[in-house]
């Protein structure tokens, strides 16, 4: 999980396996984004889901969203090379009405060959 | 695509220096911000702009100023710099303000403070 005081998370997988990384977050929200960051660059969105849609897809992502525990996961299938990156979920407290992401501390991303 | 640049990209100060870093947009977007990169943090909130003129206070403020002078440029100031501000800066910015909307980042400015 990537909220709270955990450190920052490591995964290290075989091409084409699987794998989750997982999000819990303390405040109420109703939109949770992922973002994607390589080495050396900033970090860029790769999925947005909002609570109507509890799992939202893109290519080989899915994105989950369950309001109810707090928790949002990011899936990919059949992982590649070029999946290797840091994940980072990033969200806001809705019931504050206010749009300032708090980004969680990431899971390091290793796919090897 | 929405293209968001920094300078400088690496930089190396003295304690006490003074130090800014620049940031420029150029979509038009409305939100600007700029952020600190920690291991172990990830990545921190130091200042926000709505639009040229305007700065709002982030979560960790303490010894940075800003200031968006443009709706493309948006400047972090440390004016005694400290060891403490070590990191790694980035930019962003977003059409408009809530959860909807997808921030877009820079590519970093890596700060080390001696």
């Known amino acids: 999980s990537q909220w709270g005081e955990e450190n920052l998370q490591a995964l290290s997988i075989q091409e084409g396996e699987d794998v989750t990384m997982n999000c819990s977050y303390k405040?109420?929200?109703?939109?949770v984004h992922w973002y994607r960051q390589d080495s050396g660059r900033g970090p860029a969105l790769i999925i947005l889901i909002r609570s109507n849609e509890r799992e939202k897809r893109s290519g080989r992502l899915r994105a989950t969203l369950d309001t109810s525990s707090q928790s949002s996961s990011l899936s990919i299938t059949a992982a590649q090379c070029e999946d290797t990156a840091v994940y980072f979920c990033?969200?806001?407290?809705?019931?504050?009405?206010?749009?300032?992401?708090?980004f969680g501390h990431g899971t390091i991303l290793r796919v090897h060959p | 695509e929405a293209a968001v640049t920094q300078s400088p990209r690496n930089k190396v100060t003295v304690t006490g220096g003074n130090v800014t870093l620049s940031c420029r947009q150029t979509?038009?977007?409305?939100?600007m911000y700029w952020y600190r990169q920690d291991t172990g943090h990830g990545l921190r909130l130091i200042h926000y702009s709505y639009g040229a003129g305007n700065l709002q206070i982030g979560d960790v403020p303490d010894g940075y100023k800003a200031t968006r002078t443009t709706q493309e440029d948006f400047f972090l100031l440390l004016e005694l710099a400290s060891p403490s501000q070590t990191s790694l800066y980035f930019c962003?910015?977003?059409?408009?303000?809530?959860?909807?909307?997808?921030?877009?980042f820079g590519p970093g400015t890596r700060l080390t403070v001696l």
């Open positions: 962003a910015s977003s059409v408009n303000w809530g959860l909807s909307y997808e921030q877009y």
């Open positions: 405040t109420y929200t109703t939109v």
């Open positions: 979509n038009s977007h409305n939100y």
């Open positions: 990033a969200t806001a407290n809705t019931g504050a009405n206010t749009g300032k992401l708090t």
